[in-house]
């Protein structure tokens, strides 16, 4: 099953989900790709990571986009040359873009029992610490505190920002799909407005600066 899901967020915001379950072969005759991502989808390790990346332009084109239509700055960031925002994320069976009249974020994470490991590492949020340690719930929302990080990162994506101890998530319900962040770096304040959902055993989060 190949595009999944459009999610209208408003008038000029549109998150787009591909579900991956063609062969790389499947995906490689779909897309045209130019010369230096041929060289980046020759170079990557897993064919993983190379479906995911072809889903992504696969979304590109569904959109009207192509491959040659975008392109990334020196951080990393990608960009499309008509000046809509775009941003990018893929986890094993998902690619997801969002487009956007705003500077926008959008971060999608494959659950995982692990995040309670390593959640020392990214957050500081105090209801971390009210949640139950072993329950479903603690997973989901270590994994939306994570994925809010990643994507504040790409939204600002300044050097020196720490996961830790600039960006915070504040208290949220997982019901609730959505909830506010602050990223405080280099004594300035900057607010996110935050959403989030549950796509199967996936969480996807997406996010803007309030102004
Ligand atoms: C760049 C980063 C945000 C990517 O996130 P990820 O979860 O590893 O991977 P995702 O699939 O969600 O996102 C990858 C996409 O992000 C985009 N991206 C990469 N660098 C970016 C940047 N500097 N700014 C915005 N977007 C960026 C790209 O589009 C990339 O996909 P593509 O190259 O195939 O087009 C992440 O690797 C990173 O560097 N995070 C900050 C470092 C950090 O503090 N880590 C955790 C400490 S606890």
């Known amino acids: 099953m190949p595009f999944y899901q459009r999610i209208k967020v408003d008038d000029k915001t549109a998150v787009f989900v591909w579900k991956i379950t063609e062969s790389f072969n499947d995906l490689f005759r779909e897309v045209s790709l130019k010369d230096t991502s041929l060289a980046r989808l020759e170079?990557?390790?897993?064919?993983s990571h190379q479906k995911g990346f072809m889903a992504v332009?696969?979304?590109?084109?569904?959109?009207?986009?192509?491959?040659?239509?975008?392109?990334?700055d020196e951080f990393g960031k990608p960009h499309l040359k008509d000046g809509v925002n775009i941003s990018i994320s893929h986890s094993f069976d998902f690619s997801v873009i969002i487009l956007s009249d705003k500077n926008v974020g959008i971060d999608?994470?494959?659950?995982?029992?692990?995040?309670?490991?390593?959640?020392?590492?990214?957050?500081?949020?105090?209801?971390?610490?009210?949640?139950?340690?072993?329950?479903?719930?603690?997973?989901?929302?270590?994994?939306?505190i994570w994925g809010v990080k990643e994507a504040v990162f790409k939204v600002r994506n300044e050097i020196?920002?720490?996961?830790?101890?600039?960006?915070?998530?504040?208290?949220?319900?997982?019901?609730?799909?959505?909830?506010?962040a602050l990223l405080d770096f280099n004594s300035v304040e900057r607010e996110f407005l935050v959403y989030f959902i549950e796509i199967e055993n996936y969480t996807l989060v997406w996010l803007w600066e309030a102004k």
Do not use: W
């Not at 309670?116 to 939306?144: M, Q």
């Open 43 to 47: 170079g990557m390790k897993s064919e």
């Open 57 to 72: 332009r696969m979304l590109l084109q569904y959109n009207g986009y192509t491959d040659f239509d975008l392109y990334y």
């Open 108 to 144: 999608l994470e494959l659950r995982r029992d692990l995040v309670k490991k390593i959640a020392y590492k990214f957050a500081e949020e105090v209801f971390v610490y009210e949640c139950k340690d072993n329950s479903d719930e603690f997973v989901s929302k270590l994994t939306v």
């Open 160 to 180: 020196g920002i720490s996961f830790k101890d600039h960006i915070f998530v504040r208290p949220f319900e997982m019901k609730d799909e959505k909830t506010t």
